[in-house]
C-alpha cells in the first residue's frame, strides 16, 4: 500500500461503511485503504423492514457508505437512505453515500406526459436523508448533478 494513504488516516477520522448490495467491494476499499470496515448490524424485521444500528463512534467523523440500488433496487434504496439518517443522527461530520451503480438514473427527464422525473427524486431523497456527497460512478445523464443539493462525484 502507498505510504501517503496510510499516513493520512492515521488520525482515525474516516469511517466506512457496507450496506448488503456489495458487502465484498466495501471490504476490498477498506484493505486498499488498510482501514477496518464500520462496525454496523443490519437486521430485519419480520414484516420485512430494515434496522441499522451503527456500532462505531461517528461523532465528527468523515462516513461513506458503499451500497449500490442494483436489485433489488427498492430494498437496496431503502437500506442506503436508512443508513445515511442513522449516520447523521449519530453525529457524523460528513457523509458520502459511495454508489457504484445508481438505480433509477435512467428516468432523468420527462419525455411524455404525466411521468415522474424519478431520478431527480430519488437524489432529492438521498439528500433529505443525510447526504452531503454523492459518489456515483456511469450515471446515465450527467444532469443528475444539478437535481439536488448534495454535491455530486462522478
Not at 485503504?33 to 434496522?51: M, N, Q, R, V
Request: with cysteine; aromatic share 6%.
Amino acid at each position: 500500500m502507498d505510504k501517503g494513504l496510510t499516513g493520512m488516516f492515521l488520525n482515525d477520522n474516516l469511517k466506512i461503511f457496507s450496506g448488503s448490495s456489495n458487502p465484498a467491494l466495501a471490504v476490498e476499499v477498506c484493505k486498499y485503504l488498510g482501514l477496518p470496515i464500520g462496525g454496523a448490524k443490519i437486521s430485519t424485521f419480520p414484516d420485512g423492514e430494515k434496522l441499522i444500528r451503527i456500532e462505531d463512534d461517528v461523532r465528527g467523523r468523515d462516513c461513506f457508505v458503499v451500497q449500490s440500488t442494483c436489485r433489488p433496487q427498492d430494498e437496496h434504496l431503502m437500506e442506503l437512505l436508512i443508513y445515511l439518517d442513522c449516520l447523521r443522527r449519530a453525529s457524523a461530520k460528513r457523509i458520502t453515500a459511495v454508489m457504484p451503480y445508481f438505480g433509477y438514473a435512467r428516468q432523468d427527464r420527462k419525455d411524455e406526459g404525466r411521468v415522474p422525473i424519478t431520478a431527480k427524486l430519488v437524489a432529492n431523497v438521498i439528500t433529505t436523508a443525510g447526504a452531503d456527497r454523492v459518489l456515483a460512478i456511469d450515471l446515465h445523464a450527467h444532469q443528475l448533478q444539478g437535481s439536488s443539493t448534495s454535491r455530486w462525484i462522478i
